[in-house]
C-alpha cells in the first residue's frame, strides 16, 4: 500500500511541476517524458478476462476482487472507493471492460500499464498518453488558443497546482464531471443550484461569473444556474445582495452539477475581509493607519536575514529611527516615548533587542502589526504618536505544524498545537541568538571574555468556544545580557501577560474584556576586584483592565464605548552592594505609584455613502499615588536645591497630584468616487509617563517616570488631511497625506544630567513645546509578480524650551530640530518573482543626515585641547543612503515533503556605504580627534534557512 | 545622590567589536571647518590647591582646531578676592600665564572669588568658592590583577582617608617614572663624521670610546587624561582600592624599577561635575548611544557684555600625595620581561649606497655624484636611527669583490636599543631611590 501511495504522489507532483508548462526546466520534461513513454500501452496484445457476482458489494472490495482474479495491481486511494457499491455480474469479459461498467456513475476513470500488469485508477481525470500540444513550446507566439483547440478538438490536460490557487484556500476545489477521452472537449456545461447555508433557501439572482470573462449566468427564482464554463480550472465569482461574496474554483472534466451552499453576507467571511482590506485604503475613516504582515515581509532583506516587522515599518511613511541601531521609533516627529506599544493588548516596554538592530519578537507566531500614526482609534491612550498593535497569530486547529529559522545570529522556533480539534490551540515560541561566536572570532584578546545574547519565548492560548465567545490568552518574556569587561554585566527584559475574552451579546453588540500586565526592567551588575561591587535595578510594572463595546445601533450608527484602567508601580532605581567587602551603600530611590484610566464613547456615523463621520471622546484621567515624598518649590523659579520651599510626604495610597482631560478623536472621510477618498482628522491626547535620557538615541537603560507633582503630562494635538486613491482593482494604492502637530509639556533634560539615581530628578528635567509636520506619499502595489512599495517623506521636527533662566533654556529659547530631524526620506521595498520559487527583493533608503550637536571651536584646559560645542543639533551628519539585495528560493511543493523549506540570501549595505551614525570629538593625549561612528558600514551577507512542518 | 553607570564604554567596546567583524565602526576622519565661531573666547584655566607654592592661572582664547596652539590672553589683570575683599594679584609672567608673586596659602572656610578683567574692557567673575576639608592619601600601592578585560598587569590603587560624613569628590593627575635599561651596552659610539666627498678621502665614519655608559635612564610620563573618583555611593566616606591606573604587563615601564607619585585634588561636586562632563564630552561614547553634548557651562561668568562668552571653571582643592616604588621582580619572579620600547634589529646600511657614481667637475679638481643619493649610513647616524653596534668583518672583501656601492662597514642597531636617552634621561631623579 505505501508503495501506491507513492506513485500516486509521484503522479501528483509531476502534474504539479508540470504546471509551469512552457518555462519548465529542461531536467523535469526529461522526467516527465521518460514517465509517460513508461506508460504506453502496448498493442495487440490479448486482454486479460475475468468473471465475478457482485450484489451490493462494495467498490473497494470489488477492485480487490478483480485485482486478485486479473493479476494486475491496482494502483488507487482509499478514499475514492469507499462510498459507492457495486451490483454486476461478468463472465470471461475483459478487464477493461469490467472496469468500465464497474466504474461507471463514479468520478473514477482508470489507466492500464500492460508491461508492468498495472492498472491506475483515476479520479476525474484521465491519464494523457501523449504530450498536450505545443507543450515543448511554441514557434509563434501568436497562435490562437481556439484555433489549436478546434483542430484537435482535444483539451489540453488539466494541470492543477495547489499553490496557483487564487482564491483564500477555504473551499476545497470541487471537480465536476468524470474525463471521457471520447468525449473531451474544449468547454463543458455546469449546473446546479444555490443555497444559502443558514436558511437552507434557494438563493435568486445571484450572479456567477467565471472570473477573468464576461460570461456570466444568474439564478432564477428556483436558484438554479447554468453555465459554460472552459474545460479545466476555472474561478467562479459569486455574488447577491445580503449573501457574501465569494470564489469557488472547479476543474471542469466534463458536462456536471455543482450545488453552491453559500453564507450571508453579514457573517463576514475571510473572503470578504480580504475584499475590504484591499479597499481599506481608501474606505476606512481613519487617516495615517499602516499595516505589515510578519509573513508578508519576509521577503525583504534585512541586517542578518533577520524578519523583522519594526524594520519594515521604518521603510513606512512617517516612521523613522535616530540611524540605523538606534532603538526606539521616531513617528511623524513625536519622541520615542510617545509610541504605545502593544503586543497581544499587554503594553511592551522595549520590543528590540541588541540596540533596536533586531525585533525582540518571535517573526513566526507574529501575525503582523497595525500602525497608527494619525487617527488613532479610541481604545488607545497614553502615547503621544502612535500605536504599534502587534498582533500574535492564533495556532493552527488542526493539526500540529511548526516553523523554524536559522541564521547567522538567531535561531527561531514556532509551533502551533491543536488542543481542541477546530476549537483551541497554542502557540509556542522560542527564540536565541548565538551572537557571542561574533566575538570570540575575532582577533582581540580583549574581547574573549565579552557576551552579547538575547532571548525571547511567547505562549498563546486561543479557544473558539463557540459563534458567541472566544478567549486569548499570552504569556511573553525577553530578555538582553550583554558585557565586554568580564566585571560588569547589563541585562534588561520585558515580561508580559494578557487574557482577552471577546463575547457576543446578540447580533448588534459584541464586547472584549482585557486584562494585561506588563513589566519591563534592567540591570547592572559589577563584580570587580574592588570593594565598589553592586548591583543595580530598574522596573516599571503596569496591570491594566479594559472592557471595550461595540454597538451596531442600526445602519448608520456604530458605537463604541469603554473604559480602561492601569496601574503602575515604578522602582526608579536602587543600587545594593554585592559580595562581603563592598562599600557600596545601598539606595533605594522611592517607589513610584500612579493610577491612569480612561472613559470612551465614540460613533461612526455613516451619513451618507460617500460621508463617513468617526467622533469620539475620551476622557483620560491620571493620578499620582503615595507613599513617597515630594518636593515643593518657588514658583517662576528654576528647580533647584537653592529653590526648595518644603518636602511633602504621602501616606500609602495619597493622591499626589492628578492630571486629565478630555480627548477628541474625529475623523471625517468622504469617497469623491469609489477607489478615490479624501480624509481629515483631528485628534488630542495626554501622555503620563516620560523616558528619562541625556543621550541623543534611546538606550536600553533610560528609566521611565511616571507624572508626578513636578512633572506635568505631556500633551498633542494632531491634524492630518489626506487624499487616497485605489488603481486597479486595488491592486496599487496611492496616497498622500500631510499632518501638523503640537506638543506641550514634551522632556528634554539639562546638559550633563544626572538621571538616574537621582532622587530630585525634577531639578534636571526641562519641559518645552514641540512641533511636527510633514506630507507623506506612499504608492503601494499590492499584487503581481513584482510588487513593494514606495514611499516619500518630507517632515520636520522641531523642539523648543524656553524659560527666563539660562539654565532652563536650549539655544536660546528658540526651536531647534530634534535628533532625529529627517527632512527628506525615500523607502523603495520591491519584490521581483520570477517563478513560484525564485523571487528577488531590493531596498533602497535615502535620508537627510540626522542633527547633530557639532564643535565650533577649540579651547585648552588643565593642559589638555577640547572642544567647545555648537548650540544643539545645529549641524547635520551626512546624508544616509542604502541598498539592499535578497534573494528568496522557496523549496519545493511536493506535498508529502517533511518540511516546506524557505531559504533567504541577502546582502544588507550592498554598495557598502559608510553611513556616519555619530560623531565623536575625543581628547587623546591633550589632542582633539575627530572620530565618526557607523553601525554597519560594509556590506553584509547572510543567509537564513526557514522551514515549515 | 549619584552615581556614573558608565554603560557607555562598555557599549561602545562592544559594538565596536561587532563592526570591527563585521565593518569598521569608528575611524578618525578629516574634520573640516571646524573654525572657531566663537570668535576667540575667553579660556580661564584656574586650578588652585591649598599647597603652600606659587600658583598659576592660564588665560588664552579658544581657537580654531586647525591651529595648533591658543593665543594666550595677555594683559589681563587678575586675582581672587575672599569675602573680606582681600585679594590676591595674580601678574602675567610669561603670555597668558598669570602667576602668584611667591608662594601663598589659600584658607580654609573662607569663600573666595576669581575676578578677571581683560584688556577689552569685560570683567569676568567667578561664583564663590572654597576649599573643601584635606583628604590625606592614606596608602597608595601596587597589585598585580586581571582587570577588565581579562588583561593581566599591576593596578596602582589610592586609599584615602576621611572622617567627614558627606560625600567627597576627587581629582587625580599622576606622574610615572621608570628605569630603562637598553639591552646592548656599547662602549664605543660614532666618532668623526666625514660626509665631504672632495676631501681627499670621501666619505668616512669613524667611532670612538663612549665617555659614559648610556644604557641606564629614567623614563617619566605624566598622565593626560581626567581621572575622577567620589563616595557619593559609597557607605564611607574615602576610597579603598581606587584604581588611578593600569599598567598591562606587556607595559615596559614595569620592566625594572616603577615610580608613581600619585597627586590627589580633592574637589567640590560642582568641580566634580564640570571635569565630569568635560570626560563625557571628549571621550569615546557609545556607538548606540551618545551624550547629548552642548555648552559646557562653568563656574564664570561675564560680568559686563552680552557678546562675551566665557570658558573654564575656577576650582579650588585641597590637595594630598604620595609615591611608590616597585620592582618588576616584586611582582613577576622568574618571568620574561616586557618587551623593549623598540625592535632591536641589527642593520648593515652602507656607507656608499647601491650604485654609488662620481663624476669628475669639468673644471677640474672635484667631483659630484651621480642622482641624489646620499649616504645611507651618515644619514641614520646624522638623524639618530644608527647606534653603533660592531664592526663589519667582511667590509674589506666586498669592496674588492663588488665595489664600494653598498658595502657596509658597521653593524648597527637601532639607536635607542643602545642609548636609552631617545626615551629618558640618564640624570637620575631627586626623588630616585633604590630599595
Not at chain 1, 491496482?74 to 451490483?87: E, G, I, N, P, R
Not at chain 2, 573640516?32 to 588665560?59: C, K, M, P, W, Y
Amino acid at each position: 500500500m505505501t508503495i501506491l501511495f507513492k506513485f500516486q504522489n509521484i503522479i501528483a507532483s509531476h502534474i504539479r511541476l508540470s504546471s509551469f508548462s512552457i518555462n519548465m526546466h529542461r531536467v523535469r520534461i526529461l522526467l516527465f517524458v521518460f514517465f509517460f513513454v513508461g506508460v504506453l500501452p502496448l498493442a495487440g496484445q490479448e486482454p486479460v478476462v475475468v468473471s465475478g457476482v457482485y450484489n451490493q458489494v462494495s467498490l473497494e472490495e470489488v477492485i480487490l476482487d478483480l485485482e486478485k482474479k486479473s493479476g494486475y495491481n491496482f494502483f488507487f486511494l482509499k478514499d475514492w472507493v469507499a462510498q459507492d457499491s457495486v451490483t454486476l455480474t461478468v463472465n470471461n469479459e475483459a478487464i477493461f471492460s469490467v472496469l468500465d461498467k464497474v466504474l461507471e456513475g463514479t468520478p473514477l476513470n482508470y489507466h492500464i500499464l500492460e508491461n508492468e500488469k498495472r492498472i491506475i485508477l483515476l479520479e476525474n481525470t484521465i491519464v494523457y498518453d501523449e504530450l498536450p500540444l505545443y507543450f515543448f513550446g511554441r514557434d509563434s507566439t501568436n497562435v490562437n488558443t481556439e484555433t489549436t483547440r478546434g483542430i484537435r478538438n482535444v483539451p489540453p490536460p488539466t494541470f492543477f497546482n495547489e499553490d496557483v490557487r487564487q482564491t483564500q484556500k477555504e473551499y476545497a476545489v470541487s471537480r465536476v464531471g468524470k474525463a471521457d477521452v471520447t468525449k473531451l472537449k474544449s468547454a463543458y456545461m455546469l449546473n446546479g443550484k444555490a443555497f444559502n447555508a443558514r436558511t437552507g433557501t434557494v438563493i435568486e439572482d445571484l450572479a456567477i461569473r467565471i472570473k477573468g470573462t464576461n460570461m456570466l449566468s444568474v439564478t432564477n427564482t428556483q436558484g438554479d444556474f447554468e453555465l459554460e464554463l472552459p474545460a479545466g480550472y476555472n474561478v467562479l465569482s459569486i455574488r447577491a445582495m445580503g449573501i457574501a461574496s465569494t470564489e469557488r474554483e472547479v476543474i471542469m472534466y466534463s458536462d456536471g452539477s455543482l450545488n453552491l451552499v453559500l453564507e450571508e453576507g453579514l457573517q463576514q467571511l475571510d473572503e470578504v475581509v480580504v475584499e475590504a482590506d484591499a479597499a481599506k485604503n481608501v474606505e476606512d475613516a481613519i487617516t495615517g493607519s499602516e499595516q505589515i504582515d510578519s509573513e508578508e515581509s519576509k521577503n525583504i532583506p534585512l541586517v542578518l536575514g533577520e524578519r523583522d516587522v519594526l524594520q519594515v515599518a521604518k521603510a513606512l511613511p512617517g516612521i523613522s529611527s535616530a540611524g540605523e541601531g538606534a532603538t526606539g521609533l521616531n513617528v511623524r516627529g513625536g519622541k520615542t516615548d510617545q509610541n504605545l506599544v502593544l503586543l497581544d493588548d499587554a503594553v511592551i516596554y522595549n520590543p528590540q533587542h541588541f540596540f533596536g538592530i533586531f525585533q525582540a519578537l518571535n517573526p513566526f507566531t507574529t501575525k503582523g502589526v497595525d500602525i497608527y500614526k494619525g487617527a488613532v482609534p479610541l481604545e488607545f491612550g497614553g502615547r503621544l504618536s502612535s500605536v504599534f498593535d502587534i498582533r500574535t497569530k492564533n495556532g493552527n486547529v488542526e493539526e500540529v505544524s511548526g516553523e523554524a529559522s536559522i541564521g547567522p545570529v538567531t535561531a527561531n522556533l514556532a509551533l502551533e498545537i491543536p488542543l481542541q480539534k477546530d476549537k483551541s490551540s497554542l502557540v509556542v515560541g522560542a527564540r536565541g541568538a548565538y551572537a557571542d561566536w561574533i566575538l570570540r572570532s575575532l582577533d582581540d584578546e580583549s574581547l574573549n571574555n565579552s557576551q552579547a545574547s538575547f532571548f525571547d519565548g511567547i505562549l498563546k492560548y486561543h479557544n473558539r468556544m463557540d459563534d458567541n465567545n472566544e478567549v486569548k490568552a499570552t504569556a511573553y518574556y525577553s530578555r538582553d545580557a550583554f558585557s565586554i569587561t568580564s566585571d560588569s554585566l547589563y541585562n534588561y527584559d520585558n515580561r508580559l501577560f494578557s487574557a482577552r475574552w471577546d463575547h457576543r451579546y446578540n447580533e448588534k453588540t459584541n464586547s472584549a474584556l482585557i486584562v494585561g500586565n506588563s513589566r519591563y526592567g534592567f540591570g547592572i551588575d559589577f563584580d570587580s576586584e574592588a570593594n565598589t561591587d553592586f548591583d543595580l535595578d530598574y522596573t516599571i510594572e503596569e496591570t491594566e483592565l479594559k472592557y471595550k463595546l461595540r454597538t451596531l445601533l442600526n445602519e448608520k450608527h456604530k458605537l463604541d464605548y469603554g473604559i480602561s484602567t492601569k496601574f503602575y508601580a515604578v522602582n526608579p532605581g536602587s543600587i545594593q552592594p554585592t559580595g562581603g567587602d563592598s562599600n557600596v551603600t545601598a539606595n533605594f530611590i522611592d517607589q513610584e505609584q500612579a493610577l491612569e484610566g480612561a472613559l470612551f464613547v465614540g460613533d461612526e456615523i455613516t451619513l451618507s455613502e460617500k460621508l463617513l463621520v468617526n467622533v469620539g471622546l475620551r476622557y483620560a484621567f491620571f493620578a499620582a499615588l503615595g507613599s513617597g515624598t515630594q518636593r515643593t518649590y518657588q514658583d517662576g523659579l528654576p528647580k533647584n536645591e537653592s529653590t526648595v520651599l518644603d518636602t511633602i510626604s504621602y501616606g500609602s495610597g495619597d493622591v499626589v497630584k492628578t492630571y486629565g482631560g478630555p480627548e477628541a478623536r474625529i475623523s471625517v472621510r468622504y469617497l469623491l468616487k469609489p477607489d478615490l477618498s479624501i480624509k481629515a482628522s483631528f485628534n488630542n491626547s495626554y501622555q503620563f509617563l516620560h523616558t528619562l535620557s541625556n543621550n541623543t538615541t534611546v538606550s536600553p537603560i533610560d528609566t521611565w517616570k511616571l507624572s508626578d507633582l513636578n512633572i506635568a503630562p505631556q500633551q498633542g494635538y494632531q491634524a492630518s488631511l489626506g487624499i487616497y486613491k485605489n488603481f486597479k482593482n486595488n491592486e496599487y494604492e496611492l496616497s498622500l497625506e500631510g499632518y501638523y502637530k503640537r506638543m506641550d509639556n514634551v522632556l528634554d533634560f539639562k546638559t550633563g544630567a544626572d538621571l538616574f539615581l537621582n532622587e530630585n530628578v525634577e531639578t534636571e528635567v526641562l519641559q518645552g513645546d514641540g512641533k511636527a509636520y510633514g506630507v507623506e506619499l506612499l504608492l503601494k502595489k499590492n499584487r503581481g509578480d513584482f510588487n513593494g512599495w514606495l514611499s516619500y517623506t518630507y517632515s520636520r521636527s522641531l523642539y523648543r524650551f524656553d524659560s527666563e533662566f539660562s539654565e532652563e533654556r536650549v539655544n536660546n529659547g528658540d526651536f531647534f530640530a530634534s535628533n532625529f530631524d529627517k527632512p527628506h526620506d525615500v523607502s523603495l521595498i520591491t519584490n521581483y518573482k520570477f517563478s513560484k520559487r525564485y523571487s528577488l527583493s531590493a531596498n533602497f533608503v535615502y535620508q537627510t543626515g540626522r542633527p547633530v550637536t557639532y564643535p565650533i571651536g577649540t579651547f585648552r584646559f588643565n593642559n589638555a585641547d577640547f572642544v567647545a560645542f555648537s548650540n544643539r543639533n545645529e549641524f547635520r551628519i551626512p546624508d544616509f543612503y542604502r541598498l539592499d539585495l535578497g534573494f528568496n528560493i522557496e523549496g519545493n511543493h511536493k506535498k508529502n515533503k517533511l518540511a516546506h523549506s524557505f531559504v533567504t540570501i541577502s546582502v544588507y549595505n550592498v554598495l557598502g556605504r559608510n553611513n556616519p551614525y555619530s560623531v565623536f570629538f575625543v581628547t587623546d593625549n591633550g589632542e582633539v580627534k575627530a572620530l565618526q561612528s557607523s553601525i554597519f558600514a560594509v556590506p553584509i551577507p547572510s543567509i537564513t534557512y526557514n522551514f515549515k512542518f | 545622590m549619584q552615581i556614573k553607570t558608565r554603560p557607555n564604554i562598555v557599549i561602545w567596546i562592544f559594538a565596536g567589536s561587532i563592526c570591527f567583524g563585521l565593518s569598521a565602526c569608528i575611524e578618525e576622519f578629516e574634520a573640516e571647518n571646524i573654525t572657531d565661531a566663537l570668535a576667540g573666547a575667553l579660556v580661564v584655566d584656574a586650578r588652585i590647591s591649598d599647597q603652600n607654592r606659587e600658583h598659576t592661572i592660564f588665560l588664552s582664547r579658544t581657537f580654531s582646531l586647525e591651529a595648533f596652539e591658543p593665543l594666550p590672553e595677555k594683559g589681563a589683570q587678575v586675582g581672587i578676592s575672599d569675602e573680606l575683599g582681600n585679594r590676591i594679584d595674580f601678574l602675567e609672567i610669561t603670555p597668558g600665564a598669570y602667576s602668584t608673586n611667591g608662594a601663598i596659602t589659600l584658607e580654609q572656610d573662607k569663600m573666595y572669588t576669581l575676578e578677571v578683567l581683560t584688556i577689552d574692557g569685560v570683567r569676568y567673575t567667578s561664583n564663590e568658592a572654597s576649599l573643601p576639608g584635606k583628604v590625606e592619601v592614606k596608602d597608595l600601592r601596587a597589585e598585580r590583577r586581571v582587570n577588565g578585560f581579562e588583561k593581566e598587569g599591576i593596578a596602582i590603587l589610592v586609599d584615602n582617608e576621611d572622617t567627614s560624613n558627606r560625600p567627597n569628590y576627587f581629582r587625580y593627575e599622576y606622574e610615572e617614572t621608570y628605569k630603562i635599561v637598553a639591552p646592548y651596552v656599547n662602549p664605543f659610539d660614532w666618532d668623526e663624521i666625514d660626509y665631504d666627498i672632495n676631501d681627499g678621502d670621501g666619505w668616512e665614519v669613524t667611532i670612538a670610546s663612549r665617555d659614559e655608559l648610556v644604557n641606564v635612564c629614567y623614563g617619566n610620563n605624566k598622565s593626560n587624561d581626567i581621572i575622577l573618583a567620589s563616595t557619593a555611593v559609597l557607605d564611607a566616606n574615602n576610597l579603598d582600592d581606587f584604581e588611578v591606573r593600569f599598567l598591562g604587563s606587556e607595559n615596559y615601564a614595569i620592566s625594572h624599577r616603577y615610580s608613581i607619585l600619585v597627586k590627589q585634588y580633592h574637589h567640590d561636586i560642582n568641580a566634580a561635575s564640570f571635569f565630569g562632563l568635560l570626560e563625557d564630552f571628549s571621550s569615546i561614547e557609545g556607538i548606540f548611544s551618545n551624550v547629548q553634548t552642548g555648552r559646557l557651562e562653568g563656574n564664570i561668568a561675564v560680568q559686563n557684555s552680552d557678546m562675551a562668552i566665557v570658558f573654564g571653571y575656577f576650582e579650588l582643592s585641597s590637595y594630598s600625595e604620595k609615591r611608590i616604588f616597585f620592582e618588576y621582580e616584586d611582582f613577576f619572579p622568574n618571568e620574561p620581561l616586557p618587551p623593549y620600547l623598540t625592535n632591536c634589529a641589527t642593520g648593515a646600511p652602507p656607507l656608499y649606497p647601491e650604485g654609488f657614481h662620481i663624476t669628475p667637475v669639468p673644471e677640474g679638481g672635484e667631483f659630484i655624484i651621480d642622482g641624489t643619493a646620499g649616504s645611507p649610513l651618515i644619514d641614520g647616524i646624522l638623524t639618530g636611527l644608527y647606534a653603533y653596534h660592531a664592526d663589519n668583518e667582511d667590509y674589506e672583501e666586498y669592496i674588492l669583490r663588488e665595489g664600494l656601492g653598498g658595502a657596509a662597514p658597521f653593524f648597527v642597531k637601532p639607536l635607542g636599543c643602545v642609548d636609552c636617552r631617545v626615551f629618558g634621561s640618564i640624570i637620575v631623579p631627586k626623588f630616585w631611590t633604590e630599595e
